[in-house]
């Protein structure tokens, strides 16, 4: 994880431990905790934001725009919670008395206590109140008229056996990751690998083969979060972190002991329910202020970045909206499983819900763009992350992204979204603009190739495909990736779904698109580590899977409401 600024800079922590505030005063204290701490967008962000735009102006037709605005998260009012059951006190004081003996031992990750504290309390409000509160008047049923929420999907009905597939290591991966250690050993553990060798080309921070001592120890799995408890913890304290010290070390315990709070948390709510002591709703009581607060908390723990950047505004845009991702394509087992932290199942409205899902398609775009990698070095997150979630088969892109025919790709507000880096989705807001999308004139050599190759193999998809190249180097500029691998990921991945999207509808056909996903991502994955070729071919790959039409995660938004059974799955 990344270094948090410390006491010495920060504005004073509450006087009152968090562990013993209500739990709505502690989701309140929370988002102003975290909106203090918020850098604004510094000059080498705007400037590079400002060349983007003009370059991408000089390139795109003139016509009409609109835009929509998306209020800022953390100045939203959060709502009132029931106070915790004594279970959920109990679980809280346990938390404290570890949490203290951290912030003794090591008081650089104060800050990080506090915010561990902080939603750990929030979040046994909420379950509360999900399971004991009255219901909520249900939003009025007012069709929207803004171009999103027009064309937000109808989603196929699921059930547990339909995520039978979904676990936490997902499939294994040809190259393993390094060093070799069976904890380490999964596909979310090469990912980070990833994520960071990509950042690192530049600016070497000396964090590509730092994983002994980071979170990624603490995987929020249980096999490993059973092992986490109080004499674990004082064990490692005590032990190899007071012999070798790393900040990130002491964080890993504070994640860590978050981690199997909210598992804890979980599991007891969803025991409840299958007991029939309690009945959990579809919905939860999570608003957009809370929600954003409860998924900073992952966010800052799990995602390594500089001292510098880690309170940068168009950082933690770039964290939230990489969680909302995950939600988007997981909310159907989410609300199978009862899960809490999906926005999707949150107390937001529908609309709210389709301007943070098209901010995720905006942030992709613009993170196709060569000037978005300029001032940030945790620029490629979101990026990798969609790439991640189409390659590894677990999660739904495509097994929920799939949908009976075509939507048309004219005056589509999706395809015409403009990129944006979304800078103030949890401060001042961010404002999405539609207008006539910029295409390249001509398409470079490499990507010629990848026209070519699909117009003799799939000549009904070729005339989409190729104008979707055209769009993405009007981003990305001209394309230098590798050609062959690239090519043998998108004909099974986006250009199979493409193709099932415009056969008779077939739930088979979607799911063996969604595992063949996984199969290439296996054989092919290591291609993406190649320094020469690697931003590349992320680049890429993102366009196709996040914003090319038909915007398969954009499918994946739909929500139908169905039984919480109260079973577990891993992940």
């Given amino acids: 994880m990344s270094a948090v600024p410390q006491a010495a800079t920060d504005s004073p922590l509450p006087a009152q431990p968090g562990a013993q505030l209500q739990p709505a005063a502690a989701a309140s204290t929370l988002a102003g905790f975290l909106a203090e701490r918020v850098k604004d967008s510094a000059e080498p962000y705007r400037r590079a934001q400002n060349a983007a735009r003009q370059r991408l102006d000089a390139l795109a037709p003139h016509g009409t725009t609109t835009t929509l605005h998306l209020a800022g998260a953390l100045h939203q009012a959060p709502r009132e919670f029931l106070p915790p059951d004594e279970e959920g006190r109990a679980r809280l004081k346990q938390l404290d008395v570890s949490l203290r003996m951290i912030e003794a031992a090591f008081p650089e990750v104060r800050t990080d206590a506090e915010i561990c504290r902080l939603t750990c309390t929030m979040l046994e409000g909420?379950?509360?109140?999900?399971?004991?509160?009255?219901?909520?008047?249900?939003?009025?049923?007012?069709?929207?008229?803004?171009?999103?929420?027009?064309?937000?999907?109808?989603?196929?009905?699921?059930?547990?056996?339909?995520?039978?597939?979904?676990?936490?290591?997902?499939?294994?991966?040809?190259?393993?990751?390094?060093?070799?250690?069976?904890?380490?050993?999964?596909?979310?553990?090469?990912?980070?690998?990833?994520?960071?060798?990509?950042?690192?080309?530049?600016?070497?921070?000396?964090?590509?083969?730092?994983?002994?001592?980071?979170?990624?120890?603490?995987?929020?799995?249980?096999?490993?979060?059973?092992?986490?408890?109080?004499?674990?913890?004082?064990?490692?304290?005590?032990?190899r972190l007071a012999e070798s010290f790393s900040t990130n070390s002491a964080r890993a315990l504070v994640c860590g002991l978050y981690a199997a709070h909210k598992r804890s948390v979980d599991e007891h709510w969803l025991r409840q329910h299958h007991a029939s002591d309690v009945t959990l709703p579809q919905a939860n009581p999570l608003s957009q202020s809370t929600y954003s607060a409860l998924q900073m908390l992952d966010c800052l723990f799990w995602h390594v970045s500089p001292d510098t950047e880690l309170w940068q505004e168009e950082h933690l845009a770039s964290l939230l909206l990489c969680r909302v991702i995950d939600d988007m394509a997981d909310v159907r087992v989410d609300s199978l499983t009862g899960e809490i932290s999906n926005f999707w199942l949150a107390d937001l409205p529908t609309h709210t819900k389709a301007l943070y899902a098209a901010c995720t398609i905006a942030l992709i775009k613009y993170g196709c763009m060569p000037e978005a990698h300029e001032p940030?070095?945790?620029?490629?997150?979101?990026?990798?992350?969609?790439?991640?979630?189409?390659?590894?088969?677990?999660?739904?892109?495509?097994?929920?992204?799939?949908?009976?025919?075509?939507?048309?790709?004219?005056?589509?507000?999706?395809?015409?979204?403009?990129?944006?880096?979304?800078?103030?989705?949890?401060?001042?807001?961010?404002?999405?603009?539609?207008?006539?999308?910029?295409?390249?004139?001509?398409?470079?050599?490499?990507?010629?190739?990848?026209?070519?190759?699909?117009?003799?193999?799939?000549?009904?998809?070729?005339?989409?495909?190729?104008?979707?190249?055209?769009?993405?180097?009007?981003?990305?500029?001209?394309?230098?990736?590798?050609?062959?691998?690239?090519?043998?990921?998108?004909?099974?991945?986006?250009?199979?779904?493409?193709?099932?999207?415009?056969?008779?509808?077939?739930?088979?056909?979607?799911?063996?698109?969604?595992?063949d996903a996984g199969a290439v991502g296996s054989e092919s994955f290591y291609t993406l580590y190649d320094p020469r070729t690697g931003r590349e071919d992320t680049a890429l790959l993102s366009y196709m899977f996040g914003c090319a039409h038909p915007h398969f995660i954009w499918n994946a938004t739909g929500h139908r409401p169905t039984g919480v059974t109260g079973d577990w799955l891993d992940g």
């Fill in 126 to 239: 909420a379950w509360r109140s999900r399971a004991l509160a009255p219901p909520r008047e249900e939003e009025r049923a007012t069709a929207c008229a803004c171009p999103l929420c027009r064309r937000l999907p109808t989603p196929p009905a699921r059930t547990l056996d339909d995520y039978s597939w979904r676990q936490s290591a997902g499939r294994p991966l040809t190259v393993k990751a390094w060093p070799y250690r069976r904890e380490l050993d999964s596909v979310l553990t090469a990912g980070w690998i990833w994520v960071r060798q990509l950042n690192d080309l530049e600016r070497d921070l000396g964090l590509r083969h730092r994983f002994e001592d980071d979170i990624l120890v603490f995987h929020e799995y249980k096999r490993v979060i059973d092992t986490i408890d109080t004499t674990h913890v004082t064990q490692l304290v005590e032990g």
């Fill in 376 to 515: 940030m070095w945790n620029t490629w997150l979101m990026n990798s992350t969609i790439v991640w979630m189409g390659l590894t088969g677990r999660h739904a892109l495509w097994f929920d992204g799939i949908t009976e025919g075509l939507p048309p790709a004219e005056d589509c507000p999706l395809c015409d979204l403009q990129p944006d880096p979304c800078t103030g989705v949890l401060t001042h807001g961010t404002t999405l603009t539609i207008g006539p999308r910029p295409t390249a004139p001509a398409l470079s050599s490499r990507t010629a190739e990848l026209s070519a190759l699909c117009q003799t193999q799939f000549p009904r998809t070729w005339a989409l495909f190729d104008a979707e190249l055209h769009a993405f180097e009007a981003l990305h500029g001209p394309w230098q990736g590798n050609t062959d691998s690239t090519w043998e990921i998108l004909r099974r991945t986006y250009i199979a779904a493409v193709e099932a999207s415009m056969d008779a509808p077939s739930p088979d056909r979607a799911r063996q698109v969604q595992q």
